[in-house]
């Protein structure tokens, strides 16, 4: 009897701590803006991130997803979250890099980075500790907290891309200021777009290649337009990055804010997990949908004739007149890649 008592006394007061704790919480309903669909595998680490936040809130922070630019598109997001108008959005900064050129260089530069989870790592030291790029953020309005990576981009095509031939005038779906010069030193084409277009885009003969990543092939449907993949890869990169508003973030309480942080650390383990595990599933899922994959015969044309891309952004840097920041930061990045 004394022990179910005590039994009994415990729970009840285990529940009392627990409640206690969840209602340390204020409410809170936070809109989360995406540019791409929920179908898209790399999505799941949104939603786990707010489905954390929500359990862990004991039920008192909910967060609503908006997904595929539907409260706001490229040119209109990082005003939307830095005014607090968009509580949470996910940035492509590569889209950016007119407008913040710093921070945007862990996803701008194609064939740069090659270790998807060290590249998080970079990015968020970046972000957080140098002193030109948190000042562009800090301009825009931005407090970074999830990072995440895409896996090796490979375009995805019409025609079979064998050779350094193949490239010629061939028109590929593009994106920023530097995959562009990637693309035209290859004598492509480059075809600025953003991902939700692509498809169309192919259909229409506006484009004869998508450049994407074997995972998301399936989710974007470019096995429906495209017959051909490659094994050629263009590297990884750092994938959008999710933002708060600086001013939201620090009206947040203090305890609010460290669920943040640690809901992100967990969400960023648990992306690069489904990452790796989905790419590695992903080359049988397309060929399985009738997609050939080519191997590159001229690999070694292919690196010669592809110039240094962080070469290329320090000396766009230089031309605006920030040149040794930017030779700094190239330095910083070579060695911790």
């Not at 992306?271 to 191997?295: F, H, M, R, S």
């Not at 592809?306 to 930017?326: C, F, R, Y």
């Amino acid at each position: 009897m004394k022990f179910t008592t005590l039994f009994a006394s415990a729970i009840a007061a285990l529940s009392f701590t627990n409640a206690s704790f969840a209602q340390d919480y204020p409410e809170m309903t936070l809109r989360y803006s995406s540019n791409i669909p929920e179908v898209v595998n790399t999505s799941k680490i949104d939603t786990y991130f707010s489905s954390e936040i929500e359990k862990r809130s004991g039920g008192k922070i909910k967060i609503q997803h908006f997904w595929a630019n539907t409260l706001g598109g490229e040119s209109e997001i990082v005003d939307l979250v830095g005014s607090g108008a968009v509580d949470l959005g996910l940035i492509v900064m590569g889209n950016q890099a007119s407008r913040m050129p710093f921070a945007a260089v862990t996803n701008a530069l194609p064939l740069t980075y090659r270790d998807g989870p060290k590249l998080n790592q970079l990015t968020r030291g970046i972000m957080t500790s140098n002193p030109t790029v948190v000042a562009e953020l800090d301009r825009a309005g931005l407090h970074p907290l999830l990072f995440r990576y895409l896996p090796d981009y490979r375009i995805y095509c019409s025609k079979p891309m064998k050779t350094m031939a193949d490239f010629k005038n061939t028109k590929i779906r593009s994106y920023g200021s530097f995959v562009p010069v990637m693309f035209e030193s290859l004598g492509a084409v480059p075809v600025n777009i953003p991902p939700i277009d692509m498809i169309q885009a192919m259909q229409s003969g506006a484009m004869d290649c998508t450049y994407m990543f074997d995972s998301a092939v399936k989710a974007f449907k470019i096995d429906q337009v495209a017959e051909y993949a490659t094994d050629l890869s263009f590297g990884v990169i750092s994938a959008h990055t999710l933002f708060v508003g600086k001013d939201k973030w620090e009206s947040w309480p203090e305890d609010v804010r460290k669920l943040f942080e640690d809901v992100a650390a967990d969400a960023e383990a648990f992306g690069n997990e489904l990452i790796a595990k989905d790419e590695v599933g992903a080359v049988a899922a397309i060929t399985q949908a009738g997609l050939e994959i080519v191997p590159f015969e001229e690999k070694a044309a292919f690196e010669a004739a592809t110039p240094d891309m962080l070469d290329i952004w320090v000396e766009s840097m230089a031309k605006s007149g920030k040149g040794d920041d930017a030779q700094a930061l190239a330095v910083y990045i070579r060695e911790n890649r």
